[in-house]
């Protein structure tokens, strides 16, 4: 399986920051959305009684239009503000001008075990022949190292959820001095994190890297 072939991968490999426009714009149609519901309810407030005296169940109709309402602006500034951090700590990866392999966003902060990274946590990690470099969002130079001499085993984080099914939440790296997980994010320049079905690619991106 080549891996590198999959689009999202070939981005986080080039550090390419999607276009946030589109997101952005769509997040706020969900918005638009919201406020047109909140408006039919408002003009026929007769249905949301009818419905109340048929299923005794209101939650429906009153909880998802304010949530849509709310959930699009809040969800496009995250992202806007997400695709610009990210755009600028790349900026400051190329005036390193020292070859990159690979990007590996994260969310903020970074699980820490043993609690050996700094504050700010890393939001960006690049990959080269030399290991894993974390950057920060303010800071010009990686504010820590993880030499692949280190690092002795690359696999996927799980954890027991209610029902007691494992899920996958990150990327486990065994070293020297105890253990690091990583909570990817999904691309470059998005907020949130990576769908767990993709966890297992990037353990593979991140052994096929390793000298």
Excluded: C, N
């Amino acid at each position: 399986m080549d891996d590198s072939a999959e689009p999202w991968v070939r981005r986080l490999r080039d550090g390419e920051v999607p276009p946030v426009r589109g997101l952005v714009l769509g997040l706020l149609a969900l918005s638009v959305v919201g406020a047109l519901l909140l408006w039919a309810e408002a003009l026929h407030v007769e249905w949301v009684a009818e419905f109340w005296d048929r299923t005794q169940r209101i939650g429906l109709l009153v909880l998802v239009p304010p949530a849509l309402l709310v959930a699009g602006p809040v969800a496009g500034l995250a992202a806007w503000w997400a695709s610009r951090r990210d755009r600028r700590v790349l900026a400051r990866i190329r005036r390193a001008d020292s070859p990159v392999a690979f990007h590996l966003p994260v969310t903020a902060p970074v699980i820490r075990e043993p609690d050996e990274l700094p504050d700010p946590a890393p939001v960006l990690w690049t990959v080269d022949a030399e290991g894993l470099h974390g950057w920060s969002s303010r800071d010009d130079r990686p504010v820590h190292d993880l030499p692949w001499q280190r690092i002795r085993r690359i696999d996927v984080a799980t954890h027991r959820v209610r029902g007691g099914v494992d899920e996958d939440y990150g990327l486990w790296f065994a070293t020297d001095r105890g253990h690091v997980v990583l909570a990817p994010r999904g691309a470059l320049g998005r907020p949130s994190g990576i769908a767990a079905a993709k966890l297992q690619v990037l353990a593979r991106v991140l052994r096929a890297l390793r000298p």
